[in-house]
């Protein structure tokens, strides 16, 4: 179980630098018996104190047997609970375990001074429900009070008492720590080992080593099933301890320590009678080579930036930079993932290594915010999405980790080298601003949204006239619309990451948008779509004409691009005028909120997708290298990424299909932009839900504003229910019968009650087995006959009553016995077909 190494420095130095290490950790986990106000007094002149003897010199163990009655002596801690009370000398100093343990009862122990002043107690520390001290006790006399949890209410119930010195307490002596070996030890952690000087109730184990020189020391605890906890103390006190520093729950110590001896403590996070039923660990001291480790691979998250406020339930990105800072490449069989977790949530992504990627000293940046001198941007470098469920104060951590891929193995290995930063943030349950003055109908109120200490929202509405006066739901409704849209959206409209990539052409083009529903947008966009293909020369049917020409659709992808700007600019105008209006302390309106809505969702949604379509188509003509430029690639996989929603083309284009497949092999472009906007569309509808449902709104009338045109459905008959797929199976039985059942494709076999076809069966007589049942109904029966030349011929009748002959249906005369054999595939009705 251990590697060991002797130490004869260890030796000379002594026991006494050890043994001011372990006092300087008992120190520190508060375990001395020390001098102190005594907490409780068990003196009660009415109990008997039965007299254990002295533990010390040969005796090394103690033991007593007793019954709670329920008419024993008052526990003087726990009311309505008997007690037994002993007594004890302790002659020489060392670890001292007492167990108090019933299979009737819960126990409860109290350890006390020869005064009667409380030491410790339990519950629970052992095995199940049985109670457990275990200390350093110094020589001297104790009092134990032996009681329960329950009460004299769960009846009597029979006890042990056992008192005595703990064996294998004492520090392992694990040799002198060199750069040529490392130090290692295994054990388990099991109910029944020494319990941590920290806490007692957690089994632990002790080592000692020598660092014969100063150095940088990495001290590893791991264990597959258990939760390591690691800590470390020299004579000078205890230096530090860790819980899941290293992967996953493993622990992990690492820094410089001076030449000396060093005591290590592990143990487990879990209490002793919690441990799995196998709780191996592996403890590992290495001896890092620092010259070799700065010329290493050296991963750091170098910064990230995160808003300081968040909603619940809504995504924000995190950006971050991260990089080498070691003078090492990293080797190409291993990569790093970049992961951003906070309280319930959860999102990462995977930077493999390559030629160019991971070098030493590179530093890779997901926003232009956050570069630095020499960072760069790649593409699998991205902003990290990340939603919070809950208000409040929280945090988001930043972290990047190492992997390598062992292929031979199917597996991957990760070496517990990771760095991240946290960044603490609010969530709240919806935005807050205010207070804001808006109309709706032509009445003004002032609306404020302002946030708890646990980030809850609160939306006041008061009327400007009267502050007093009760406001209608609909109308409160609307401002609270009007206020949310005024506060957060106008404002930095301009900003929004879903216009990026329009521009306002010079010549503005009016666009009429009467909500922001899904059909609306999809009404518009197919109208548009057929009068731009009009007045195109992709307008002739694809059959009368020749191929069409890829340079020709990009000029068609231009000019759609040229009209989204020419409405974009419109818009934008209209949106300004609204921005220059409040500035002049002017009130919004709810007529105006609306309608800004609907053209930001038009813009983002159906405009957006369609100039950047344009933009790729400029961006490869300006290119050296054309589409295969990488820029005009990456930004081609964006607007596909965009369209990959899985949205069918709409019914409104479907004249137009035959042509758009042809535009689209042409120009794929054409295709991804089309798509986008469709996903747009498609996903509007929610997006206004969500709208509502952040700001707390529940108005089935301001839902119905944005309500999509639902299509009246004739209803359709739905088709019949596939036939069964099966086949007829029959074997030869000893006794010279004929079984017969059918099995299906997955190896299911059905056997009728009535199934066997007897020797004596009539040559050309056809004879059938019983129903055969499945879920309860018939599907039909099995028909079988014998034939003059000795074959079988196999059948089947379904529920109907009509007769199914399968294409291979005969049986050989010479049978094998006990083979299964098996007709052609049949198709039987299911019962509901033949009603």
Not at 449 to 455: I, K, L, R, S, V
Not at 535 to 555: F, K, Q, Y
Request: charged content about 25%; some cysteine; hydrophobic content about 40%.
């Amino acid at each position: 179980m251990l590697s060991n190494t002797s130490s004869p420095l260890a030796a000379r130095i002594g026991g006494r630098l050890l043994a001011t290490a372990l006092v300087a950790l008992s120190l520190i986990g508060g375990l001395l018996v020390l001098e102190a106000p005594p907490l409780a007094s068990a003196e009660d002149p009415e109990c008997d104190v039965t007299d254990l003897g002295t533990l010390g010199g040969e005796t090394q163990r103690l033991e007593a047997t007793g019954r709670w009655t329920t008419e024993d002596c008052e526990s003087a801690f726990r009311a309505g609970s008997d007690a037994h009370s002993y007594s004890f000398e302790v002659t020489e100093t060392g670890r001292v375990r007492i167990d108090l343990l019933s299979s009737e009862a819960d126990s409860y122990l109290y350890l006390l001074s020869g005064a009667g002043d409380r030491i410790a107690d339990n519950d629970d520390g052992a095995a199940g429900v049985n109670a457990r001290i275990e200390r350093d006790l110094e020589p001297g006399a104790y009092r134990i009070e032996a009681t329960t949890v329950g009460g004299r209410g769960r009846g009597p119930a029979d006890f042990s008492l056992n008192v005595g010195y703990v064996e294998g307490c004492e520090p392992i002596d694990l040799g002198v720590l060199t750069a040529e070996a490392d130090l290692t030890a295994t054990g388990v952690w099991t109910v029944e080992t020494c319990g941590s000087r920290i806490e007692a109730t957690h089994p632990a184990y002790n080592y000692s080593f020598v660092l014969p020189a100063g150095g940088r020391v990495r001290i590893e605890l791991t264990s597959e099933d258990g939760d390591p906890v690691l800590s470390l103390a020299s004579p000078a006190g205890v230096i530090g301890a860790n819980d899941d520093g290293a992967v996953g729950r493993n622990s992990r110590i690492e820094g410089y320590l001076p030449g000396g001896v060093y005591l290590i403590e592990a143990t487990t996070y879990l209490q002793g009678d919690r441990q799995p039923l196998v709780a191996d660990f592996e403890l590992t001291v290495h001896l890092v080579d620092e010259v070799a480790a700065q010329n290493g691979f050296i991963l750091k998250v170098e910064e990230s930036l995160a808003p300081d406020v968040v909603i619940a339930g809504e995504p924000f990105v995190v950006d971050y930079r991260v990089g080498n800072v070691g003078g090492g490449d990293l080797p190409e069989d291993w990569f790093v993932i970049v992961y951003a977790i906070g309280p319930r949530a959860y999102a990462d992504l995977e930077v493999e290594a390559s030629e160019t990627v991971w070098n030493a000293g590179a530093s890779y940046h997901s926003s232009p915010e956050l570069a630095s001198a020499t960072s760069t941007a790649i593409a699998p470098i991205e902003p990290i999405e990340v939603v919070l469920p809950r208000t409040g104060d929280s945090y988001v951590f930043l972290g990047a980790q190492l992997f390598q891929l062992v292929e031979d193995e199917g597996r991957y290995d990760n070496p517990g080298e990771f760095h991240g930063l946290w960044r603490n943030l609010r969530v709240l349950s919806g935005p807050i601003y205010g207070p804001v003055t808006v109309s709706v109908d032509g009445a003004e109120y002032t609306v404020e949204a302002a946030d708890d200490e646990d980030g809850e929202v609160t939306t006041t509405v008061v009327s400007v006239a009267d502050a007093e006066a009760e406001i209608e739901a609909f109308a409160e409704a609307k401002a609270t619309y009007t206020a949310a849209v005024a506060e957060t959206v106008l404002g930095g409209i301009f900003e929004r990451p879903g216009l990026e990539g329009l521009w306002a052409a010079d010549e503005a083009l009016a666009v009429d948008i009467k909500n922001a529903s899904s059909s609306t947008l999809l009404d518009i966009f197919a109208e548009e779509y057929e009068r731009l293909i009009a007045e195109s020369d992709l307008g002739e049917p694809p059959a009368r004409r020749e191929a069409i020409d890829p340079v020709e659709v990009e000029d068609f992808v231009l000019m759609v691009g040229n009209k989204a700007a020419r409405q974009y600019a419109s818009l934008a105008a209209s949106w300004s005028a609204l921005q220059e209006q409040i500035a002049g302390g002017e009130a919004l309106s709810f007529e105006e909120a609306f309608a800004l809505q609907a053209e930001l969702a038009y813009a983002e949604r159906i405009l957006a997708p369609v100039a950047t379509g344009a933009n790729i188509v400029r961006a490869a003509r300006e290119a050296e290298a054309g589409w295969a430029d990488r820029r005009v690639v990456r930004m081609a996989r964006g607007l596909a990424f965009e369209g990959a929603c899985g949205a069918d083309a709409d019914e409104r284009l479907d004249r137009f299909s035959a042509l758009d497949a042809e535009i689209r092999a042409a120009l794929p472009v054409f295709g991804y932009g089309v798509d986008a906007a469709l996903c747009g569309a498609l996903f509007v509808d929610g997006a206004n839900s969500r709208f509502l449902a952040r700001l707390a709104i529940e108005s089935p009338g301001l839902t119905a504003l944005n309500a999509p045109e639902v299509p009246e459905v004739e209803p359709v008959e739905p088709p019949p229910p596939p036939p069964y797929e099966l086949r007829i199976i029959a074997r030869l039985t000893e006794d010279g019968r004929v079984e017969h059942g059918v099995e299906f494709g997955s190896g299911f076999q059905i056997l009728p009650t009535q199934r066997f076809l007897g020797t004596d069966a009539r040559t050309g007589i056809w004879h059938i087995t019983s129903e055969v049942e499945l879920g309860g109904s018939s599907i039909g029966l099995v028909r079988a006959r014998r034939l003059a030349d000795g074959r079988i011929q196999l059948g089947f009748r379904d529920a109907n009553g009509f007769n199914i002959t399968p294409a291979i249906r005969f049986l050989p005369a010479d049978l094998p016995v006990g083979s299964w054999l098996r007709s052609s595939v049949i198709e039987v009705p299911r019962p509901a077909a033949a009603e």
